[in-house]
């Protein structure tokens, strides 16, 4: 039972019409009475008579519609009261983020909902290694975390937002040497590599793991939100985010090497201790306005 098939049968109870219920719905008349359907499965009642194409309540419907207004009237109360604690919310939210572009993360989408639906909440973001992020949500350091990892982590409240894939991109210079070369050649080449526990690190290391080799590291940077610079100056070869590789490629900056690619995720995590904390609440749904708008529209 869902509070939009009750709002589907009062409507069509108080307007007595089926074609003018789907109006003042912004819904089509079999939505509508697909809705009521599924709400008299769940009930296990007849809602209404249906004869001649038209809807008459009945008897159970009769009983039943003071109950389903109620219910819309303490719905409608519950969400004006949870709009006004949002108001009441305050204090300070550490967010730790890996090293990766603003506009990737959605930090500037998120800093603006909190400061117009949070307007009491100080967000502050503190940029941390994927190691470090789970170490210091787990350990309470940090409220929350946006963090990029191939599998899940484990003991947090996990929110996936989005797939996120890498690809090896290596300066113009250096491609020509391994042109028809394979994994061992390219394990030789100079590699720029993110700090320790870092995801950049993690999924490079993994990467060369899997054919028994390891990358020939020749710098270790701690702003991985930028290595494409680096490659483009001719510095070495790194994992780039699949669209920034392939944006360099088109535009001649670099090149991109064959086929491979590390996938990973990015995710929202919370401590399960935390997670019910009401301004973790909230941010948790602010998340998932910006990175899951589907989903905050379903009825």
Known sequence: MEIYQ???????????NLTKAADALSLTQPAVTAQIKALEQSLGVALFERAAGRLTLAKAGEALLPTAESLLVLGAQLKSEAQQLQG???????????????????????????RDQLPLIELKTLTLSTVQL???????RLHAALTLVVNPPRGTCWQPLRSVRYRIAMPA???GTVKRGGWRDVAQLPWLDGPAGSHTHLLLRDMFERHGLAPRVVM?????????????????CALL??????????????????QARADATLGFMISNERASEPMLVALSSLMQKIWLPSASRRP
């Open 6 to 16: 009750i709002r589907a049968f009062v409507t069509v109870a108080r307007l007595g």
């Open 88 to 114: 009441s919310l305050h204090g300070a939210v550490e967010l730790g983020i890996p090293s990766e572009q603003p506009d990737f993360l959605r930090l500037g989408e998120l800093a603006s909902a909190v």
């Open 134 to 140: 789970d170490e210091y949500v787990n350990t309470g």
């Open 173 to 175: 210079a250096l491609a």
């Open 220 to 236: 270790q940077h701690d702003d991985q939100a930028n290595l494409d610079a680096l490659v483009r100056a001719g510095a070495g």
């Open 241 to 258: 985010r699949e669209e920034i590789a392939l944006a360099g490629a088109e535009s001649g900056d670099f090149m991109v090497w064959g």
